[in-house]
């Protein structure tokens, strides 16, 4: 099953961001935290993804995947998810505290 339809899925069964449904993280996600902090409240270098807006997350990954926003390694990961993964991952790291 595709993480897009597993999210989808996921939001109908939960019928929403319900806190015991916001724990399952879409695939993906996980890589994501090996540089980005999990909490919002972390002051680092590199953001934390943490409630930040999802349409922004999701042109950031897109900009990064097409080139037209320079990176060191982010251009490379972002090649690896496609549109419907990238929306996914960022709709959940939207609603994480």
Not at 42 to 67: E, F, K
Request: aromatic content about 6%; hydrophobic content about 45%; glycine content about 6%.
């Amino acid at each position: 099953m595709k993480a897009s339809h597993a999210f989808i899925t996921a939001m109908l069964v939960c019928g929403g961001m319900t806190p015991a449904c916001a724990a399952e993280a879409p695939p993906g996600a996980a890589s994501c935290t090996g540089c980005h902090a999990e909490k919002p409240n972390v002051n680092t270098s590199i953001p934390p993804l943490a409630t930040q807006d999802a349409n922004a997350m999701t042109a950031a990954m897109q900009a990064y995947r097409s080139g037209q926003r320079p990176a060191t390694v982010m251009d490379r990961i972002a090649k690896g998810f496609s549109d419907d993964e990238i929306k996914a991952i960022a709709a959940w790291f939207a609603t994480r505290r």
